[in-house]
């Protein structure tokens, strides 16, 4: 069982960045994957960035050029750097990892990005 705890969120004006965290309390060097999702109001969760084991990075559209992904598997560790922050980037983000059909989830972390 590995419970993930994410930090960093908050209120941010239009433009500016972010760095969120999730951390892990156990190994995640096993994961498959690292994700970030979000949760607008009134809106489905949204898978926003992945990386890999082998350190390969997907982003949804809406958010590439803007935001980074990174694990740090001896920390047990994964951040999302957000830069450029839009309105439209406003919502609950979550962290999940996965592995061999089990996934782990955190109770996410309030971005809200005013105009």
């Known amino acids: 069982q590995v419970q993930l705890v994410e930090s960093g969120g908050g209120l941010v004006q239009a433009g500016g960045s972010l760095r969120l965290s999730c951390a892990a309390s156990?190994?995640?060097?096993?994961?498959?994957?690292m994700d970030w999702y979000r949760q607008a109001p009134g809106k489905q969760r949204e898978l926003v960035a992945t990386?890999?084991?082998?350190?390969?990075?997907n982003y949804a559209a809406s958010v590439k050029g803007r935001f980074t992904i990174s694990r740090d598997n001896a920390k047990n560790t994964v951040a999302l750097q957000m830069n450029s922050l839009k309105p439209e980037d406003t919502g609950v983000y979550y962290c999940?990892?996965?592995?061999?059909?089990?996934?782990?989830w955190g109770q996410g972390t309030q971005v809200t990005v005013s105009s």
């Open positions: 156990g190994s995640i060097s096993s994961m498959n994957t």
């Open positions: 990386i890999t084991g082998g350190g390969r990075r």
């Open positions: 999940r990892a996965y592995r061999r059909g089990i996934d782990y």
